[in-house]
């Protein structure tokens, strides 16, 4: 088992920005990739920025050059550095980790709210 809890969520205003990290604990030698998702009101769950073991990276393209995601394996922390924010931008942010027996763990989640 993998537990992760999000925390850096917040109130910001329209270009202003944030940095989510994810705490992984538990079975983090397992852990092959992480990534973040967030889900806006009324929407569905929507894939942010992709990380894997080794650091490759892939993006939504709502958020290219905008967002950063960025993982310390010794700290078994997962970062994501929101720039240039947008109320678009507007919604719970999960973390997602999978491990190498493909099996996903999620956090509880942290408010992001960008007024504009």
């Known amino acids: 088992q993998v537990q992760l809890v999000e925390s850096g969520g917040g109130l910001v205003q329209a270009g202003g920005s944030l940095r989510l990290s994810c705490a992984a604990s538990g079975r983090t030698a397992s852990v092959r990739s992480m990534s973040w998702y967030r889900q806006a009101p009324g929407k569905q769950r929507e894939l942010v920025a992709l990380i894997s073991q080794s650091s490759n990276t892939v993006y939504a393209d709502s958020v290219k050059g905008r967002f950063t995601i960025t993982r310390d394996n010794a700290e078994n922390t997962m970062y994501l550095q929101m720039n240039s924010l947008k109320p678009e931008d507007t919604a719970v942010y999960y973390c997602?980790?999978?491990?190498?027996?493909?099996?996903?763990?999620w956090g509880q989640g942290t408010q992001v709210t960008v007024s504009s």
């Open positions: 997602k980790a999978r491990d190498f027996a493909s099996a996903e763990y």
